[in-house]
C-alpha cells in the first residue's frame, strides 16, 4: 500500500497540553501535507512540507519530516477545545496528481 | 479567501437514481479532484481532472461515476444507477498547480436508500 498511516489512531489530551501525531509512508515524496477535519466537515489544509525542509512551523503548529526515515510528525503546542478533530497526512504522486491520505489521528481535547 | 463550492450539502436517493453532484472550484486552479469518505473511515480518491479531461481514476470510479465540466466553471461528479454502497461524503478539491495544499469544499453527504 502506499497510503500513509497515523499514529496513534486517537488521543485524548487536557486543554493546554501539546499533541503530538506521526505519519509513515512508503514511497518517495516531493511535499508531505497535513489536513484537519472537524466531524462531519470538509478538510482544512493545514501545512505543506517539502521533501528538502526537515522543519515548518505555522501559528501553533510544528511539522517535522524525515525523509529517510520515511515519517512525519505534527506537534500542536498548547492545544485549545477547538482543536478536537480528525487530522490526516496526505502525500500527492508526483506533482499535482492525487492525494493519498493516511488513516488519520482522531484527537479529542478535554476542557 | 477564495473557497470550492459544493452543492447540495446533503442529498438522498432511491437505489437505482441517478445523482449528479455539483462543485465550484477556485477559479485560477488548474487541476479538480473527486474523493470519498464514507462514514468513519479513511478519504479515498476517486477522479483527477486536468486540462478538461480525466487524468487519473481509481478502481472505484467504474462506469457508472462521470466528470464534466461542463461550463468552463462547474465540476460535476455523476453517479448513474446509485448503489448502498455509495452512501458516504463526497468532496471535491481543486489545487492551482505547483507544490501547494489542495482545498477541498465541504462536501456532500449522500445517503442511498
Known amino acids: 500500500s502506499q497510503q500513509g498511516e497515523e499514529d496513534p489512531q486517537a488521543l485524548s489530551i487536557q486543554e493546554g497540553e501539546n499533541a503530538t501525531m506521526n505519519c509513515s509512508y512508503k514511497?518517495?515524496?516531493?511535499?508531505l501535507q497535513w489536513y484537519r477535519q472537524n466531524s462531519g466537515r470538509g478538510l482544512v489544509h493545514l501545512i505543506l512540507i517539502r521533501s528538502n525542509e526537515r522543519e515548518k512551523h505555522s501559528g501553533r503548529l510544528r511539522v517535522t519530516l524525515d525523509t529517510s526515515k520515511k515519517s512525519s510528525s505534527l506537534l500542536i503546542t498548547a492545544s485549545r477545545a477547538a482543536d478536537t478533530a480528525s487530522y490526516f497526512c496526505?502525500?500527492?504522486?508526483?506533482?499535482?496528481?492525487?492525494?493519498?491520505f493516511g488513516t488519520g489521528t482522531r484527537l479529542t481535547i478535554i476542557p | 479567501e477564495p473557497e470550492v463550492t459544493q452543492t447540495p450539502s446533503h442529498q438522498v436517493t432511491q437505489m437505482g437514481q441517478e445523482v449528479i453532484l455539483r462543485c465550484v472550484p477556485i477559479s485560477n486552479h488548474l487541476y479538480f479532484y473527486w474523493y470519498r469518505q464514507i462514514l468513519g473511515q479513511k478519504v479515498e480518491f476517486l477522479v483527477s481532472f486536468y486540462n478538461n479531461e480525466i487524468s487519473e481514476k481509481s478502481e472505484i470510479f467504474d462506469d457508472q461515476f462521470s466528470v464534466e465540466r461542463p461550463d468552463g466553471s462547474n465540476f460535476t461528479l455523476k453517479i448513474r444507477s446509485t448503489k448502498l454502497e455509495d452512501s458516504a461524503m463526497y468532496f471535491c478539491a481543486s489545487v492551482e498547480g505547483g507544490i501547494y495544499g489542495y482545498t477541498f469544499g465541504s462536501g456532500t453527504r449522500l445517503t442511498v436508500v
Open positions: 496526505a502525500r500527492p504522486n508526483f506533482g499535482n496528481e492525487k492525494l493519498t
Open positions: 514511497t518517495s515524496i516531493n511535499n
